[in-house]
């Protein structure tokens, strides 16, 4: 019989591809003049779950402009950041359906407190985000039935080829560089019930897990939380590896599971470290990356340029969450207080 959420996982690479042959970068080409010339004093860009994490590469891009770029939750710009946002403000606003309580509330908002240029990234191109937008980019991921798989996807894609737009990147080259994940993510999902297989020693060994990464990896250790909750109902924590010493390193002992994300260069041997040292107390690790960490237990990830990490990282956390669901007798991903659209705030 089959599994909507499933069916939404196996479909992500083809979902990237209509990604990256729809994304069309003409409307931000006189926004990035716009930028060059100081037309702006700051980006905010702001979204909620999926659309939050999945824009989280993006906003580290960003921060190269040379202007303030922040990135906020939705609610928390609503309530509390909206001082933040002038008639200099470049504001994203990033929400698959276009429809969220938050959002429809922030766009009335706007109604009397404008921003200078309003961009909407969603994958519904006649949702009230849209018909507010100024510019819509639209993220081409088709109909999802039920936890963001094909849209989060799609959302990484096409703000990091904004970002790289606004910056005067060569859009060439990053196209380039993500198709190379849409081929690695192709070719792992067509191993999908062998990745299932290889996930289903570990169910019985877990009952709390945290998803730990740092820099553009940060998005996967918090969307893979937020996965495993939705599409599996089971207990998972997302955080910055550093922030993970600030205390939570306490918790750890035998029975705590720790996904640890190698990602960049940047940070990969500081987080090869940190997971030695949980594995010492007792905690059971375990290392996604493309290479190997040396006394780490690993899960081999398929090998992409850093870039498109974020795109593969996310994989073995669905598959997880299938296998979570299935341990705990639940069909993978069906909602059961909440519907695609959250409606209220």
Not at 145 to 160: C, D, G, P
Not at 237 to 249: D, N, S, T, V
Request: contains cysteine; glycine residues 10%.
């Amino acid at each position: 019989m089959p599994v909507p959420y499933i069916d939404d996982i196996l479909a992500q690479a083809e979902s990237l591809r209509d990604a990256l042959e729809g994304f069309d970068p003409q409307s931000l080409e006189v926004v990035a003049r716009f930028v060059k010339a100081g037309n702006y004093d700051r980006v905010i860009l702001t979204g909620m779950g999926a659309s939050y994490y999945g824009a989280y590469p993006a906003w580290l891009k960003l921060c190269g402009l040379g202007l303030p770029v922040a990135l906020w939750d939705t609610a928390e710009l609503l309530h509390y950041g909206l001082p933040q946002v002038s008639s200099r403000t470049l504001l994203w606003v990033i929400s698959q359906s276009g429809e969220s309580a938050e959002v429809h509330r922030l766009l009335e908002r706007l109604a009397t407190h404008r921003a200078g240029l309003l961009i909407g990234v969603t994958n519904h191109p006649s949702s009230t985000l849209a018909r507010a937008a100024d510019i819509i980019l639209p993220l081409h991921a088709g109909t999802e039935h039920t936890v963001s798989t094909r849209t989060y996807i799609n959302t990484l894609a096409v703000t990091l080829l904004a970002a790289a737009a606004l910056l005067g990147e060569s859009l060439s080259a990053w196209k380039e560089i993500l198709w190379q994940g849409q081929a690695a993510m192709e070719a792992y999902l067509k191993a999908w019930p062998q990745h299932l297989a290889g996930l289903r020693d570990q169910v019985g060994r877990l009952n709390r897990l945290f998803l730990l990464g740092r820099g553009p990896s940060l998005a996967s250790a918090q969307e893979g939380a937020l996965v495993l909750k939705e599409a599996a109902k089971f207990p998972a924590e997302g955080m910055g590896a550093a922030q993970f010493r600030h205390g939570p390193l306490e918790i750890v002992e035998p029975g705590i599971g720790v996904w640890l994300f190698g990602g960049s260069q940047v940070t990969y041997a500081l987080n090869r470290a940190l997971g030695l040292e949980i594995q010492d107390y007792g905690g059971q690790v375990t290392w996604l990356s493309p290479t190997p960490a040396e006394g780490l237990p690993w899960l081999p990830l398929p090998a992409v340029p850093e870039a498109a990490l974020p795109l593969v990282e996310i994989l073995p956390v669905q598959a997880l969450s299938v296998v979570l669901a299935e341990a705990g007798a639940r069909e993978p991903g069906q909602f059961r207080y909440i519907g695609k659209i959250t409606a209220r705030e």
